[in-house]
Structure formats: structure tokens, C-alpha cells
């Protein structure tokens, strides 16, 4: 079977989910085939910012324990449709 994970984050980004997935993928990969999409590889506390205008620009390719992960990174146009700019409401 061909498995495909979406995460927004994946080793070597150290958390409790992340790690979890991970292992479930390294139990399933030798029977199946593993894909993992991500859009981070590293820890971040930015979280609304590092989704958009601090998310990497370059896709990553990538290995880890067997696993491949494909890293999605995002064009200068991209980050700017999905910045959080806040709205300016005049009464």
C-alpha cells in the first residue's frame, strides 16, 4: 500500500506529534510505502508568522530513518496572500 502524510511539521522537528507520527511511519515502512509531505523541519515559536511570511522559499528533499519527507516551501507571492494582515474597519 502507498501512504502519503501531511504534516505541517516533521523530524528533525523535536515534538510529542511529531515524534508519534514518526514512529508509526518507521513500523508501516517496511510493508508500505512511505511519502511524508511537511512544511517545517525545524522547531519554531512562530507560529502564525513562520506559517507565512518565515516559511522556507526553497522545497527540501529529505530523509529521515528511511522515511522520505518532501518539505514545501513557498514563493515570495505566496507568503504575501497568506499573510495575517489585520484589517483596518473606518465607522
Same mark, same amino acid.
Given at each position: 500500500m502507498r501512504l502519503l502524510y501531511t504534516l505541517t511539521a516533521y523530524p528533525?522537528? =523535536? &515534538? &510529542?506529534?511529531?515524534?508519534?507520527?514518526?514512529?508509526?511511519?518507521?513500523?508501516?515502512?517496511?510493508?508500505?510505502? =512511505?511519502?511524508?509531505?511537511?512544511?517545517?523541519?525545524?522547531n519554531r515559536t512562530d507560529w502564525l508568522i513562520g506559517t507565512t511570511l518565515n516559511a522556507p522559499q526553497k522545497n527540501c528533499d529529505y530523509v529521515v530513518d528511511r522515511i522520505p519527507v518532501h518539505r514545501l516551501g513557498l514563493s515570495i507571492l505566496e507568503k504575501l496572500k497568506l499573510a495575517p494582515f489585520v484589517p483596518i474597519y473606518y465607522p
Open positions: 528533525p522537528y =523535536i &515534538g &510529542g506529534a511529531q515524534l508519534l507520527q514518526h514512529k508509526i511511519a518507521q513500523a508501516l515502512n517496511p510493508h508500505h510505502s =512511505i511519502q511524508v509531505i511537511s512544511h517545517w523541519d525545524q
